[in-house]
């Protein structure tokens, strides 16, 4: 009985939890996750974005609001463009992991 107490102390409180449900559904578009990747390899603005998504740059830019929102992208401005960038290491580490979980080799059952 002493051990179920343990993980339960343990567990985050609901409201950590909650956000962090929330963190995951925001990878779970694919729109945002190539959005992600291209700004893992460099900054970029809404013009580069869309050129190198082959998107309409409201739709990107309707996506980098949500990015902004979930505090995983940063923009900048650069003169009369804005230029978005990856908010901080975490993001990039999250990226990085979930593309390395992904393309491993399956092992067979």
């Given at each position: 009985?002493?051990?179920?107490?343990?993980?339960?102390?343990?567990?985050?409180?609901?409201?950590?939890?909650?956000?962090l449900a929330?963190?995951?559904?925001?990878?779970g578009d694919s729109t945002r996750i190539r959005i992600l990747h291209a700004l893992l390899q460099k900054s970029r603005s809404v013009t580069e974005l869309s050129d190198a998504l082959k998107m309409e740059q409201s739709a990107v830019s309707h996506q980098l609001k949500i990015l902004r929102t979930s505090k995983l992208v940063r923009s900048r401005r650069e003169g009369k463009m804005m230029i978005y960038?990856?908010?901080?290491?975490h993001v990039s580490s999250i990226m990085n992991q979930g593309l390395e979980h992904v393309t491993e080799p399956k092992e067979e059952a």
């Amino acid at each position: 009985m002493a051990q179920n107490t343990d993980i339960l102390q343990k567990i985050p409180d609901e409201d950590v939890l909650i956000d962090l449900a929330e963190l995951f559904k925001i990878f779970g578009d694919s729109t945002r996750i190539r959005i992600l990747h291209a700004l893992l390899q460099k900054s970029r603005s809404v013009t580069e974005l869309s050129d190198a998504l082959k998107m309409e740059q409201s739709a990107v830019s309707h996506q980098l609001k949500i990015l902004r929102t979930s505090k995983l992208v940063r923009s900048r401005r650069e003169g009369k463009m804005m230029i978005y960038e990856l908010s901080d290491d975490h993001v990039s580490s999250i990226m990085n992991q979930g593309l390395e979980h992904v393309t491993e080799p399956k092992e067979e059952a």
